[in-house]
């Protein structure tokens, strides 16, 4: 064992150092062992959970991960977190502990690991409390978004093997004029219909404990925003912090960028997915966070060796001129984890994390 890892730290070193002495072009021997996933892999990740595109999965892997879904949602109680009365359920820590961050967590520099460290929780959770024994799934919107202008249609969205799809059609205010919102009411069917599924906290900042329906209003016109060109815009850039700066954009309903494509596509102006604070009511939350994590991660792979060390962009939201995030600020989630470094969230199979993406 302890040779193996030696000898897995000596390959990471090798290629580290590759592009100086650029002695690896030839595969390395691995003996009778696999080889590490990717050269900076830890010994400690000898074995990455592999998240895959919600399409990707087979109906018995859907099955799975919704059951431990609803499992924390339904039966696990929450670990009280000062400050938050309205807890009930496992799964409202995690929505608790979105809502009272989120004036923290949003167009700053951390934006992106903290939803990485958030989502790698809650995939632990439901790991370790239900029994889940396969990785958090991602949504490819960019792929429903080419195959079908019916939302109603996609894979994410069936009754059966979804998460159900938009509510009724209801009157109701909209501030920031969500276009052709088209729902708004309760979600009808499926496994995240009332009263199998439960939002306890919210609407907006509110910590008190509201039980109600789980609400979605489809948006197509916000949906559209999530192709592949915009993707690929976020990704051409040479800084985390353009990055992470591309990829939130400008807060404005003129102004595309894919973290609002998800949100408000699917939550408009009445659903819980467009509720800035208390999205993660939604159980797809975790799916569209996925997705742009996995963005995060295609541009770190792009220039590992330095793309595992750099981080930018303003502590305080849109404080462009202010001071940035370095590898050293901490990020933290309450109770449901220790407060940690960025720099022990960059690498997706380090000490700390250990997953990939297909
Ligand atoms: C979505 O899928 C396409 C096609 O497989 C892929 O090229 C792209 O990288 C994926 N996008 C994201 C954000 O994962
Ligand atoms: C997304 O869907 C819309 C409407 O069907 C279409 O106009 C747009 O080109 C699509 N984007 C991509 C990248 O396919
Ligand atoms: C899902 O169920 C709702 C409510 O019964 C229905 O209106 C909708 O058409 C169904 N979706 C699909 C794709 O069949
Ligand atoms: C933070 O980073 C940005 C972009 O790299 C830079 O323009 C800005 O001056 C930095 N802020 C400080 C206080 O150094
Ligand atoms: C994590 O950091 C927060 C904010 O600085 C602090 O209030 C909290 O006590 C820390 N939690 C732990 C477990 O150290």
């Given at each position: 064992m302890a040779s193996m890892s030696r000898l897995i730290r000596f390959v990471a070193l090798l290629v580290v150092l590759g592009p100086l002495v650029s002695v690896i072009s030839a595969s390395p021997t691995y003996g009778n062992s696999p080889p590490p996933k990717y050269p900076y892999a830890s010994p400690k990740c000898r074995r990455p959970l592999i998240r895959k595109d919600w399409r990707a999965l087979s109906n018995g892997e859907k099955k799975a991960y919704i059951a431990a879904v609803q499992c924390i949602g339904n039966k696990k109680k929450a670990k009280s977190i000062s400050g938050i009365p309205g807890l009930q359920t496992r799964y409202d820590d995690f929505q608790g502990i979105h809502s009272v961050q989120t004036p923290d967590i949003h167009?700053?520099?951390?934006f992106m690991l903290w939803h990485r460290y958030y989502i790698a929780t809650y995939e632990k959770t439901l790991r370790d409390v239900c029994g889940y024994r396969g990785a958090q799934p991602y949504w490819n919107w960019t792929i429903d978004n080419k195959s079908?202008?019916?939302?109603?249609?996609w894979p994410i969205f069936n009754n059966h093997t979804g998460f159900g799809g938009n509510g009724p059609y209801v009157d109701g205010e909209n501030p920031f004029a969500v276009p052709e919102r088209s729902g708004g009411g309760c979600?009808?069917?499926?496994?995240?219909?009332w009263p199998k599924w439960s939002v306890n906290l919210g609407p907006g900042a509110s910590l008190e404990y509201n039980p109600r329906c789980l609400t979605r209003d489809f948006s197509r016109p916000m949906m559209k925003w999530a192709t592949q060109d915009l993707v690929d815009w976020v990704l051409d850039v040479n800084t985390y912090a353009d990055f992470a700066y591309r990829l939130e954009n400008v807060p404005v309903f003129t102004i595309p960028n894919v973290h609002g494509a998800g949100h408000f596509g699917v939550g408009g102006a009445l659903g819980a997915l467009g509720d800035v604070y208390a999205s993660p009511g939604d159980p797809i939350f975790y799916l569209h966070h996925a997705t742009m994590d996995r963005m995060l991660w295609i541009w770190q792979k792009k220039n590992l060796p330095a793309r595992l060390y750099e981080v930018g962009g303003p502590i305080a939201p849109f404080d462009y001129s202010g001071p940035n995030i370095t590898l050293s600020f901490k990020v933290g989630l309450g109770k449901l984890a220790p407060n940690i470094t960025l720099a022990k969230l960059m690498n997706l199979q380090g000490d700390t994390l250990c997953y990939d993406y297909e």
């Open positions: 167009w700053v520099g951390h079908n202008k019916d939302m109603s249609l979600v009808p069917r499926g496994p995240f219909a």
